[in-house]
């Protein structure tokens, strides 16, 4: 039996892209020749406060080459990916009381209902056996800051349900609500953003953000965003530099 082989990020169509726009890694900074597309994107889309609210957002750092000068040159600009919610419709194991948290985007807290409910709280101390403290921790924090709106905290908060995240799925979340997890981590970077506090996800949760993001986009049929795509391939060649890379040939890569 063959082993498994994961799926790379990239594409072969986006991998030549890449290739042919003369990208480079240098460390955590994306090199090209493409400068007049470089310095034509945006160092961030034009939102409001109220509508940047609704976004993760990444920071890319751009080092390119200016022939005519004989320098390089050094922005960093920035990746915004639109979060992407849960849809009642498809939670259809979900309760109704999770249903309105997933229409008020307000946080799924399943500790709240543990003392009333012997079976949930069971099913969630069984699946998450090694991480309920992580659990209780978000709901201390979730619950200190619905008292006193004091902020202090949400980030760790916010790490916490980023860490939870790669546990799923579980067998409780599958019987409960099985993109939960998904749906408090937009409620915790909507949080920080309306607290104007900074953070910075892992590239892995990035890349879930980005992968849901185009998915909205598909089921939609939403306007393509060449900036968004070009900036995204640059995120993911940046941190993700080797996946992906075994698909190509040597003429893809350039090697002769």
Known sequence: MDGFKPKPLLNKS???QIKQ???KI???KVLTDDVKKLKSLRVRPVLSFEEAIHYYKEPIWIEYYIPKESRFAYETKFLYVKLS???PLEED???ERIIENIKSNSLIDPIEWFENDKELKKSFENSYHNVMGFLQSIHIIASNYQLTNNPKDIKTACYLTETLLKY???LASLSYCKDFMIHNLNYWIRTLNREKIEFSLEDVT???LIKRRNELWDKE????DSDFDLMSALFYEQAFPHRGADELSPEDLGID
């Open 221 to 224: 049929n939403l306007p393509e």
């Open 168 to 170: 799923e799925p579980t």
């Open 26 to 28: 240098q460390g955590k």
């Open 85 to 87: 919610d849960l849809s």
């Open 206 to 208: 990035v890349s879930l």
């Open 93 to 95: 194991k979900a309760s």
């Open 14 to 16: 986006e991998l030549r």
């Open 21 to 23: 726009t003369r990208t």
